[in-house]
């Protein structure tokens, strides 16, 4: 037991001891691998850049600016990023200024045309289900955002580990939502019988995206060393395809703009299944070498036009990808553009299913089409016949073909001038089955505080192919067909009557969805939204009549959207 004395010399000396200093932290010394990590940072060579970044992130002796250089992505990645430091960091940056900061970073701290185009759909604003390889790590991520934001990136150790704690930082709640484990740790060997991972999901997550998302690899490595501004000047041939309006085929001009790296287009093109020709002028920029912005309009009382991301190919010989447009990008044209040299270029045909046992017209479209074009240059392969050529332009060939009752059925190269359109035709004897497409839509209320989405669904004709089954692997696509459109009660919720509130189905197959709010004729003012079946209908020249429907989610506006317009600007 202590005393009164002892316990004031006791209190005494861990007061004095409070009071010195504590000993000097042990430096460590970096691993080889941090080392290496530090290094491969890229320096920033733009005075602007340093200007405008500079009052938060570092520049350390070689010219490498904290945060910036261990990061790559797409001009979108650097648009959000510039955005959120005005936004939750107090930038002060001109308009004129963030463009040249934009191009500087999307150049040389961007992606290689590989790594680009394995996210492209998250740019082109395409509805699809992407899986990610891992999928732990896709369950962190995909909580709050898509994946295509994710691979859309390149970063180091580091720097995947600096994004969670930004993350954590600015978004609390998605410590509890991705990044932790809940419930109580596993204790059963998984299916290989290896112990249970217990770590959290984002301890997973990081060493994964470090591996399959480095900062430094091969690709960027060539490309960085081989990119140049692109001669993009003269004409190309334009195909594109809009669900519910089919094949478009046309011509581009592209012409040098104000800058080096942008340049105007003008754009005719003709809508096959009506004859409707449509121009439309732009403007674009080309970030990286590869990554073309663009925005086009039609006429001048189009006032939001169309924005355009389209990805170039090394021989600067294609470019593709979308146009799109709409209060959620829903509405677009999957776009191809093909340099015209001196050679023909074959396009397509105004329909390419043609059956079996009969004469008819086919329009084939395309460029440099000799003006006195011969039926005999004209080859559709075994069991098809060019009777003659009604008219030949530069552009487009109208010929007089016939197929044979026993043509062999599959698809077929279509030769012009000695120049193959791949796959142009498609020869068959039956229709055996329709689907629609997509197989699951979704479309958000609105219109009245949020835009409408609206959901274009078409119905495409199948043949069963060599086998006889369909759903196999040698099925036949014979293109869209006229159908008769209706709306069919999907049960998901009992006498919820859904049919009659979420919105209408015109006879093209275009779904508009009703207005947002409350609705005081439905059961508890619910809203206008559920699910529906989209049926078709179609009746074969036969007189056989086959039905395919397709699941629609009408849901809620949505509130928060992540979009980077000025790309294109």
């Not at 510039?82 to 961007?110: H, T």
């Not at 770590?199 to 995206?209: D, G, T, V």
């Not at 020869?427 to 997509?438: A, F, H």
């Not at 928060?560 to 294109?568: C, L």
Request: proline share 7%; hydrophobic share 35%; charged share 25%.
């Amino acid at each position: 037991m202590l005393t009164g004395c002892a316990i004031s010399a006791a209190v005494l000396s861990l007061s004095l001891l409070a009071q010195q200093p504590p000993p000097p932290k042990e430096t460590k010394e970096p691993t080889e691998k941090e080392k290496e990590e530090i290094d491969s940072g890229i320096p920033i060579a733009s005075e602007v850049v340093r200007k405008a970044c500079s009052p938060c992130h570092k520049i350390d002796e070689k010219q490498r600016m904290t945060r910036i250089s261990w990061r790559r992505t797409t001009p979108e990645g650097w648009e959000l990023t510039i955005k959120r430091m005005v936004e939750l960091n107090g930038l002060k940056i001109e308009p004129a200024e963030a463009r040249e900061v934009l191009k500087y970073l999307s150049n040389n701290l961007g992606l290689a045309p590989e790594e680009a185009r394995a996210a492209s759909f998250e740019a082109e604003k395409r509805m699809i289900e992407y899986k990610y390889a891992d999928k732990d790590t896709s369950e962190v991520c995909s909580k709050c955002h898509s994946m295509g934001r994710v691979i859309s990136q390149r970063r180091s150790k580091g720097e995947w580990e600096l994004l969670v704690a930004m993350h954590r930082g600015y978004y609390p709640l998605s410590d509890f939502q991705a990044f932790r484990r809940g419930g109580p740790p596993q204790t059963q060997p998984g299916p290989d019988g290896r112990p249970p991972d217990n770590r959290h999901p984002m301890e997973k997550a990081i060493p994964k995206l470090t591996e399959d998302l480095p900062l430094k690899t091969p690709e960027w490595s060539a490309w960085s060393a081989n990119m140049r501004v692109p001669k993009l000047a003269g004409r190309w041939a334009f195909t594109g395809y809009q669900p519910g309006k089919g094949p478009f085929y046309g011509e581009t001009t592209i012409k040098p703009g104000e800058k080096e790296d942008e340049v105007q287009t003008e754009t005719r093109y003709v809508q096959v299944r009506t004859g409707e020709t449509i121009t439309r002028h732009g403007r674009a920029l080309v970030y990286t070498g590869f990554q073309w912005r663009g925005r086009s309009f039609e006429g001048s009382t189009d006032k939001e036009g169309w924005r355009e991301v389209l990805l170039l190919d090394r021989n600067q010989r294609e470019l593709t990808g979308r146009w799109f447009t709409g209060g959620y990008e829903e509405t677009g044209i999957d776009v191809t553009l093909t340099r015209i040299g001196n050679d023909p270029i074959v396009l397509g045909l105004d329909r390419a299913a043609l059956p079996t046992g009969g004469v008819r017209e086919v329009l084939i479209y395309g460029a440099n089409f000799p003006a006195d074009l011969a039926a005999g240059a004209i080859d559709f392969g075994r069991g098809v016949a060019v009777k003659r050529v009604v008219s030949a332009s530069p552009a487009l060939v109208k010929a007089e073909v016939e197929v044979a009752a026993n043509a062999p059925i599959g698809p077929r190269d279509v030769a012009v001038a000695g120049v193959i359109g791949q796959g142009a035709a498609m020869i068959y004897d039956k229709i055996d089955g329709i689907k629609v497409k997509p197989q699951a839509g979704m479309a958000r209320v609105g219109g009245i505080n949020f835009p409408k989405q609206f959901q274009q669904f078409e119905a495409v004709a199948f043949h069963n192919g060599a086998d006889g089954k369909p759903d196999t692997k040698d099925d036949l696509t014979l293109g869209p067909v006229e159908v008769t459109w209706s709306i069919e009660e999907y049960t998901a919720t009992y006498d919820d009557n859904d049919k009659e509130y979420v919105g209408t189905l015109d006879s093209n197959g275009l779904f508009t969805p009703n207005v947002d709010g409350p609705n005081p004729k439905r059961r508890g003012n619910a809203n206008n939204v559920g699910d529906v079946w989209v049926v078709a209908t179609y009746k074969t020249p036969e007189g056989k009549v086959l039905r395919a429907r397709a699941h629609l989610l009408v849901t809620m506006p949505l509130y928060v959207k992540f979009d980077q317009p000025e790309v294109s600007q």
